[in-house]
């Protein structure tokens, strides 16, 4: 029995598609799907019915991708209505709960197998353009990425409605979120997963340098301690990795598009153990 964890499927493109569907059953096995799987809600459905189908449990957090604005078609062709910020995020949750997957809006469940007992904590936090240099204000860091081509495509593409700002549904959903963890029980461990990764330090992406300021927030860097979190789960950045703070495990759970994995492994080897997990850092520096 483990707990596993995988992000950023994307399964707009066919290549991911068909890895994902000869990926086999681990029915004693959790999974974490850690975000961005999809625009398309036909899309996110079928990863849904295919991973409840073949785990034990399965948990999701929404990426960005998930929240785009884009055309989506019913099963008879005819063009449904595009549903914007809060209200495409509200249509994802009622399809996963659907299929029996744990929301960030779901009470969390309590692992109880190998390296735990531990409480899974699925989180939808977003970001505020907070992971930017301090010498950059909040007003200049879209123009200060785009010098160097790195501006995120949500900024045409994910609505805030009917927040009045994407900072604003980020500040909200911290506020929820730090709510709900400050309600548990102190003594006992969680697994913290988001999407967006909850410490800038983490955000090492050398192909977009400038992207850091659609990574996160710098109100959840501390959230690893005040939340006793044995391990944080996170994706976004596409590049896979494991780090260490304060004996906390990191884990970077992205698969990416085709050109950032090796297509005839599978999916399988890109399922990353989050519990029992290893014991400790290799290199305690």
């Keep these: 029995m483990r707990l596993l964890a995988i992000s950023d499927l994307h399964l707009a493109n066919p290549t991911n598609r068909e890895a994902l569907a000869g990926l086999p059953a681990r029915s004693d096995d959790w999974l974490i799907l850690g975000g961005d799987i ?10 849904f019915a295919l991973a409840s189908e073949r785990f034990a449990k399965v948990f999701w957090v929404p990426g960005n991708h998930e929240l ?13 209505p595009e549903l914007r910020g ?7 949750v009622a399809l996963a709960r659907g299929f029996g997957v744990v929301t960030p809006e ?14 899974v904590a699925p989180l939808f936090l977003l970001y505020d353009y907070s992971f930017r240099p301090p010498e950059i204000s909040r007003e200049a860091v ?7 081509a790195s501006v995120c495509a949500d900024e045409l593409l994910l609505s805030p409605e009917p927040y009045a700002s994407r900072e604003a549904w ?8 730090e709510a709900r963890l400050s309600a548990l029980e102190p003594d006992l461990p969680t697994v913290l997963v988001n999407h967006f990764p909850l410490r800038q330090e983490l955000v090492r992406i050398p192909r977009v340098p400038r992207f850091s300021p659609w990574c996160g927030t710098t109100r959840t860097e501390d959230w690893h301690r005040r939340f006793n979190a044995k391990v944080v ?9 494991t780090d260490w703070r304060d004996g906390t495990r990191f884990e970077e759970v992205s698969l990416g598009y085709p050109r950032q994995w090796d297509r005839s492994l599978g999916l399988l080897p890109y399922l990353r153990e989050i519990l029992p997990g290893p014991a400790g850092p290799r290199d305690p520096g």
């Design 233 to 241: 789960v996170y994706g976004h950045l596409h590049v896979r990795r």
């Design 68 to 80: 785009w604005t884009v055309p989506e078609e019913e099963a008879d062709g005819r063009r449904s």
């Design 106 to 119: 779901d009470p969390y469940p309590l692992w109880t197998g190998p390296g735990g007992p531990c409480v």
């Design 142 to 148: 879209v123009p200060w990425a785009r010098e160097q």
């Design 86 to 92: 809060l209200a495409k995020y509200e249509a994802l």
């Design 170 to 177: 980020c500040w909200a959903r911290c506020a929820d979120a």
């Design 38 to 47: 999809a625009e398309r809600l036909d899309h996110v459905r079928d990863l």
